[in-house]
């Protein structure tokens, strides 16, 4: 016994110290790197935070050339550019030292290129993807020819200003006579389509563009005149459509292609690299579009415009791109000092991603190593290889990395460096001190909240949470009233401000949620406070300072409004809702925010939030089973959010079906690349520890099996045993059965009869009445073996029957009759 308990604390102390191994987080960036575009003379910066406190910060800058400062898609090399340390004077830590901000002031092109932060844990270093910062700026519109034009009723007009360079992307609008013209296809386009036209579109048209920089009005004219009396002609472009158009995966693209004439063109289209895709595509005046866009839509469309008068033909090529994949076998290795290492990731992307190795924060520059694009070859493995390996794939779309850790076991011999001539001991490879750490991986608080103002008085409040530590029970969120704008500049510090909670609690499962009652032109900060399954709390990270503008909505071009199309019931919890949002030109939204509330309440809506601007379908769960929804839609940006579509009712599932409830899917994220291998092991650990606490229960089990077979044996030394024994078996016979509870309390060593008999022979009836004789005749006595309501150990001394010999005979009789049935049973049932 005492061997294999042994045996079980050494299983399971191996198991937790690798689970504390494996399960324990990889240092990791935490932030997400972004694309900066910043206006001369303007300050900006750059946070880089770690989700363990490193040793030391570091930053590396990637100099773009003065041609590319305002390119935010020119190449930069990991592997080949140039690079340079910046000032340590330039950044700073904050007092958690997990982060580290870089401080930047853009007085010149000088500071675009590629940041990328460098955390050191002792010799091991973890680089980030880089964050690209490039000068903002917007030059003059390129020069164009005027255009007349005299076309026939019905005709789709397609004519394109030629939008100037600028960085950001501008918006492009178009005026006729001086009046805006509001977009007629709601498909993100550069053009004037106008289908249909009538004389009411006769007019002259003018451009106008503009980003961060500057707006700018174009010179040049378009005349358009619908006339019924146009001649007859051919079909002809009034402008030129696009021949080339570069697309990403998911994407919604149209490919303009429309003439004018008379009679009025038909258009035909095909794809001469292979097929227009179902279900998928559709057919408007003024183009085709194609949605979610796949690589089997890559090549080469046509389209084909003909009247009886003739034809014309114009070819255009889609591109398709799909930002850099990258998957490993595995994140950690332990390899021995002089053993060949070759390791292999397999890395997807469209085009293909240039590819870079990283060992401890640099390009790998080193004779024993080898690298060809996905492999890398250590010939042989030195002790200095050992740290953070990390692989780079970068192309037009985007920048991603892999990690794998490698622990390089030294050799147990002399070695040339060895000089005291001793045995060479196992180097530690540096690990940060799970230990130091453990306290605090147990609580993850929330993302800083992202704001979106929805009216003069509300805003709506999105953040995230970490899938790992403790489970969260609620969410409050708080807000700091830092007083109106204009006259925040005087008291920006806001001494007397304090932090407001709103009241409700927010459950678990929301990550959204709307602030009322503010007060417009006011600045606030918000925080997102989370209380967990330990009755503990931890806040967010506080968000920037936040305008409460009063009409902070373009009433010129307000963001789409969702159609919902239609619902379906999925489980008794949840519904999924479709729907469909054709963008307005120049608007850019981040998301939607799904409203839902039960159709019989008169409270308010909760919202869910849908990130990505191409998604357009959407499962709701955590709902009540067998109820009725009204559920309503409303576009976003970091602005603002459109009005809301039209009510849909949707009815969830009664509870008679078991099919489990979906949960929504957060947005992926390259914070889970260990979290399936931590899990694993904790799930053996479990099942393990499990096991040993069965087999330790059953043990214990036997002994105690074993222990009160020799006590039943040991009783039949003497009466009073006898009498515990009567009360204690379980009968065998069918006729009567008796149930003594679990942990019955024992009087002078005896169970205390707690007993349900079910009689099924009423001739019975006879020798239970004498049996209750028996037991009342206990319950008078005063002998302390009768106290518990047990029949007298010894009926000679029992002073209750010594005058009545009749009767004292009459009860041995009785007493050993139900001896030998008690025996009998006993028995039967060992």
């Known amino acids: ?33 972004d694309l900066i575009t910043v206006p001369i003379n303007f300050d900006t910066s750059i946070v880089c935070t770690m989700n363990i406190i490193p040793d030391n910060f570091q930053w590396k800058f990637y100099p773009l050339s003065r041609k590319q400062a305002s390119n935010p898609k020119a190449h930069i090399s990991l592997t080949h550019s140039h690079y340079e340390f910046v000032d340590a004077n330039k950044y700073e830590n904050t007092l958690s030292k997990k982060t580290s901000t870089l401080n930047l002031q853009a007085k010149s092109d000088d500071i675009a290129g590629d940041y990328q932060c460098l955390a050191y844990y002792g010799a091991s270093v973890v680089a980030s993807i880089p964050w690209r910062l490039t000068i903002a700026n917007i030059s003059e519109f390129p020069p164009q020819e005027k255009i007349e034009v005299t076309v026939l009723p019905g005709n789709t007009i397609n004519w394109r200003c030629d939008p ?6 501008p918006y492009l609008d178009y005026h006729k006579n001086g009046i805006y013209v509001p977009p007629f296809v709601r498909v993100m386009t550069k053009s004037l389509i106008i289908p249909n036209v009538t004389t009411d579109n006769s007019g002259s048209y003018t451009c106008k563009s503009g980003n961060v920089c500057n707006d700018k009005v174009s010179s040049v004219l378009f005349n358009l005149k619908v006339d019924k009396r146009a001649p007859r002609e051919p079909p002809k472009f009034i402008i030129r459509p696009k021949s080339v158009y570069n697309v990403t995966k998911g994407d919604k693209v149209l490919l303009e292609c429309s003439a004018v004439g008379n009679p009025i063109p038909q258009v035909v289209w095909r794809k001469t690299t292979g097929i227009i895709p179902e279900g998928r595509s559709e057919l ?17 469309y046509e389209c084909t415009l003909s009247n009886s008068l003739g034809k014309i033909v114009h070819s255009i090529t889609l591109n398709y791109n799909d930002a850099p994949s990258i998957n490993c076998l595995q994140d950690s290795i332990d390899v021995i000092q ?52 990390q692989i780079f794939a970068r192309n037009i779309v985007g920048t991603v990395y892999s990690s794998i850790f490698i622990k390089v076991i030294p050799l147990m011999s002399t070695t040339q460096d060895n000089v005291s001539g001793k045995p060479v001991q196992p180097a530690r490879t540096h690990r940060p001190n799970s230990r130091k750490f453990n306290k605090h991986a147990k609580i993850y608080p929330p993302s800083k909240p992202n704001i979106t103002g929805i009216s003069d008085e509300a805003v709506v ?9 403790l489970p969260i029970q609620f969410f409050k969120v708080q807000y700091k009233d830092f007083g109106p704008a204009d006259q925040h500049d005087h008291h920006s510090k806001s001494k007397g401000s304090k932090w407001n909670t709103d009241n409700p609690e927010i459950d678990s499962h929301i990550r959204s949620y709307q602030v009322n009652n503010l007060k417009p032109d006011h600045v606030y900060k918000f925080r997102i406070a989370a209380v967990y399954s330990n009755s503990d709390n931890k806040n967010s990270p506080n968000s920037d300072k936040f305008h409460l503008r009063k009409l902070d909505f373009d009433k010129r071009n307000p963001l789409p409004v969702p159609l919902i199309t239609k619902t379906e019931s999925i489980n008794s919890t949840a519904v999924k809702i479709y729907w469909k949002c054709d963008p307005s030109t120049n608007i850019t939204i981040d998301g939607f925010f799904v409203n839902y509330n039960s159709a019989s309440s008169a409270g308010d809506y909760t919202k869910a939030t849908v990130d990505g601007p191409q998604t357009n379908s ?14 309503k839609l409303q576009s976003f940006n970091s602005k603002s959010a459109s009005d809301f579509s039209s009510i849909m009712k949707a009815k969830t599932l009664g509870l008679t079906s078991t099919t489990p409830s979906p949960r929504e899917s957060p947005p992926a994220s390259s914070n889970t690349e260990t979290a399936g291998i931590s899990k694993l092991y904790v799930f053996i650990a479990t099942g393990v ?15 105690f099996c074993r222990k009160q077979s020799k006590q039943k044996k040991a009783g039949t030394r003497g009466d009073r045993d006898k009498a515990c024994d009567d009360h204690h078996h379980i009968q065998a016979d069918a006729t009567e059965y008796v149930v003594s509870p679990k942990g019955a309390p024992r009087t002078n060593g005896c169970v205390s009869p707690n007993r349900i008999t079910i009689t099924a022979n009423p001739l019975a009836d006879a020798d239970n009445k004498n049996q209750n004789m028996i037991e009342m005749s206990c319950l008078s006595s005063q002998n302390n073996n009768c106290s518990t309501g047990q029949p007298s150990v010894s009926g000679e001394d029992s002073p209750t029957n010594s005058g009545d010999k009749k009767n004292k005979n009459r009860e041995k009789r009785i007493r050993n009759k139900h001896n030998v049935d008690s025996n009998t049973a006993g028995e039967n049932y060992v």
């Open 1 to 33: 016994m005492d061997g294999f308990r042994v045996i079980c604390t050494i299983l399971v102390t191996v198991l937790a110290t690798r689970i504390s191994t494996t399960g324990a987080d990889r240092e990791r960036m935490v932030t997400k790197a």
């Open 164 to 169: 100037p360079e600028a960085n950001p992307e």
């Open 284 to 300: 408007i005046a003024g183009g085709l579009i194609i949605k979610n866009i796949s690589e089997s839509d890559d090549g080469i």
């Open 338 to 389: 002089g053993e060949n290492l070759d390791l292999e990731c397999t890395v997807t992307g469209t085009p293909e991603p240039e590819i870079t190795w990283f060992l401890n924060g640099f390009v790998t520059k080193d004779n024993k190593i080898i690298t060809e694009g996905n492999k890398i070859f250590f010939k042989p493995t030195e002790k200095r290889h050992a740290g953070n390996l």
């Open 461 to 469: 409040l999105r953040w995230t949470v970490q899938n790992k530590g």
């Open 618 to 631: 959407f499962i709701l769960s955590h709902l009540q089973p067998d109820t009725v929804y009204d559920i």
């Open 689 to 703: 520890l499990g096991a040993c606490v069965v087999l330790f229960a059953a043990i214990g089990l036997l002994l």
